[in-house]
């Protein structure tokens, strides 16, 4: 064999091995990593060797022995690297650090609202590494910071074309990505969140992922890839018209999904955070109880739509989706109602992933991309 396709099959087995490891969610032995990997015990050998010594891949203790010498097992050291992501909102950002397994290291919301656009690259600089100290972070792990912007993005992640939350267009983005000693990617909110759900669910399958914060978006996800469309606007699920006439929305367009089922609402109409609103509903307070209905029907319109185009489970996060498990029987009702099809609407699923999905979506950006490297 040539030296350059020796070079190239050495390198295609590191990388066979250690994805193998990432994606096993089950005691692996050497002699089972070699034959599901389609490579000889030399080959493991060398590969395997290089992988530990570079802090990549650990050995975890001995199988249960049926006789004989007991196997040890394999796994990948989960914070041989670590990922930061942020979330940027109307009036907070909230920051991530994650491990390779996309595990929460550290988490801090700071207020720093009301934000108008993009954040500046020197703050953004100032809060970001004011996170890494906070937290005693290895910068030397760091493979990278994500942000997540509610907003539609040009191809190239360098330019916010209009984020509607915000009140901004057409924002330029290289301060804020060069601001930072480490790579730094922008994208849009609701592709970020679809991604780290569709990561905790395997990667695989299709999914319409509906995010419900100040904004709704969501995103598109067909056999684990993103289907961003011609215009990389798939998933803006926010602007489906649920009421035509109805409530004025921050696009300019009136009886839009996210004039009824955003965050924003709630505070605008009751002026009570999104834990005491849901105590108010609980507890039968009349008005509380009737926007909450109101909202779970207008979000039911929405679903069937999605249901109706794209055929495949609609999940629904972001942060007021961690609310809704008491009221998820009374939303398939509805959806089940308007569906001219199916005998359920079980197919109507909450994120797996409540908690700062966001931000941990903009970092999975750069734990992906380290997976597929090594």
């Known amino acids: 064999m040539p030296r350059e396709d020796s070079k190239r099959a050495a390198l295609g087995a590191r990388s066979r091995i250690y994805r193998h490891l990432y994606e096993s969610h089950e005691h692996c ?31 975890t203790g001995e199988r249960p022995s049926t006789g004989g010498r007991r196997a040890q097992g394999l796994d990948i050291v989960p914070d041989a690297r670590t990922a930061i992501g942020v979330s940027v909102t109307e009036h907070n950002l909230r920051i991530v650090a994650a491990d390779l397994r996309l595990r929460e290291l550290a988490y801090r919301s700071l207020p720093v609202g009301p934000i108008s656009g993009a954040p500046d690259g020197a703050s953004f600089s100032r809060v970001i590494e004011g996170f890494i100290d906070e937290f005693s972070l290895d910068r030397r792990k760091l493979l990278g910071v994500g942000v997540a912007i509610p907003g539609l993005l040009t191809a190239d992640h360098r330019r916010l074309l209009v984020a509607p939350t915000l009140n901004q267009r057409d924002i330029p983005l290289d301060g804020l990505i060069h601001s930072l000693p480490y790579p730094v990617r922008v994208e849009n909110d609701g592709s970020a969140s679809g991604h780290a759900e569709c990561f905790v669910r395997g990667g695989r399958g299709n999914m319409a992922y509906l995010s419900l914060e100040n904004g709704v978006g969501g995103a598109v996800l067909m056999n684990g890839e993103l289907c961003a469309g011609d215009n990389a606007r798939s998933g803006e699920f926010g602007h489906i018209c649920v009421e035509p006439g109805g409530l004025p929305c921050s696009c300019g367009r009136n ?108 970092a999975l950006y750069f734990i992906r991309e380290f997976v597929a490297g090594v």
């Open 29 to 59: 032995t050497r002699q089972l990593l070699a034959e599901q990997c389609g490579i000889s015990m030399p080959t493991l050998y060398q590969n395997l060797g290089e992988l530990v010594s570079d802090g990549l891949v650990r050995y």
């Open 255 to 362: 009886g839009c999904l996210e004039a009824y089922c955003s965050a924003l609402r709630i505070e605008q109409r009751l002026g009570v955070s999104l834990e005491d609103f849901f105590r108010g509903a609980e507890e039968h307070r009349p008005d509380y109880e009737a926007l909450l209905y109101d909202m779970l029907r207008h979000l039911a319109v929405a679903i069937n739509a999605i249901h109706m185009t794209l055929d495949c489970e609609v999940v629904l996060g972001g942060f007021l989706s961690e609310y809704l498990q008491p009221y998820l029987g009374v939303l398939r009702g509805y959806v089940h109602a308007l569906d001219a099809f199916s005998g359920n609407a079980d197919y109507v699923q909450l994120s797996r992933l409540r908690r700062h999905i966001t931000p941990l979506g903009a």
